[in-house]
T-cell receptor, first 113, second 115 residues
Framework: GENVEQHPSTLSVQEGDSAVIKCTYS??????FPWYKQELGKRPQLIID?????GEKKDQRIAVTLNKTAKHFSLHITETQPEDSAVYFC????????????FGGGTRLMVKP | DAGVIQSPRHEVTEMGQEVTLRCKPI?????LFWYRQTMMRGLELLIY????????DSGMPEDRFSAKMPNASFSTLKIQPSEPRDSAVYFC?????????????FGSGTRLTVV
């Protein structure tokens, strides 16, 4: 089955700096890669996703890049703000897995004012 | 749309008691997932339904756990008997493939404490 590894497990940045979270996946047939943000005590929420036929996608201060050859994808947050502090999860979906996602272990991002 | 609705939001029960968690997925979504979240193990998939049929229950920890989806708008996760190590936040999520995207919508979760 698919295996998704996420790094780092914790990340601390100064407000205004950029943050990068990286994930690798094992199944080359995976074709969908979403990112979720979970604030303390709340549900995970989808913030951005990318399909395997796209190399990069951007939405305001967040962007995701995908390298299919290397089987890794990354979340980039620019001009970080304290409200970006949360746990971020990456996920991957193999083409033959129906609607089932495999999640990474999560990254706790702390943005210091 | 009210989103994925879970009940109860919090549950405190004594060891050995039966616990039933409930989930109403988004109308029209054809997949439903139960996850358990703890600090130690992160997000664990317990079971996955597609069109009300269980597809993958390999994550269900043991026979004390069971899940049902009698129709497209309701699912339950039951723990009997409950144990302190079952204490966690249980999330239900639903999804529908649209335009190549399979994004989940999570419910607010049920925080279970077994004492």
């Amino acid at each position: 089955g698919e295996n998704v590894e996420q790094h780092p497990s914790t990340l601390s940045v100064q407000e205004g700096d950029s943050a990068v979270i990286k994930c690798t996946y094992s199944d080359s047939a995976s074709n969908y890669f979403p990112w979720y943000k979970q604030e303390l005590g709340k549900r995970p929420q989808l913030i951005i996703d990318i399909r395997s036929n796209v190399g990069e996608k951007k939405d305001q201060r967040i962007a995701v890049t995908l390298n299919k050859t290397a089987k890794h994808f990354s979340l980039h947050i620019t001009e970080t703000q304290p409200e970006d502090s949360a746990v971020y999860f990456c996920a991957a979906k193999p083409i033959n897995a129906g609607n089932m996602l495999t999640f990474g272990g999560g990254t706790r991002l702390m943005v210091k004012p | 749309d009210a989103g994925v609705i879970q009940s109860p939001r919090h549950e405190v029960t004594e060891m050995g008691q039966e616990v039933t968690l409930r989930c109403k997925p988004i109308s029209g979504h054809n997949s439903l997932f139960w996850y358990r979240q703890t600090m130690m193990r992160g997000l664990e998939l317990l079971i996955y339904f597609n069109n009300n049929v269980p597809i993958d229950d390999s994550g269900m920890p043991e026979d004390r756990f069971s899940a049902k989806m009698p129709n497209a708008s309701f699912s339950t996760l039951k723990i009997q008997p409950s144990e302190p190590r079952d204490s966690a936040v249980y999330f239900c999520a639903s999804s529908l493939r649209t335009g190549g995207s399979y994004g989940y919508t999570f419910g607010s979760g049920t925080r279970l404490t077994v004492v």
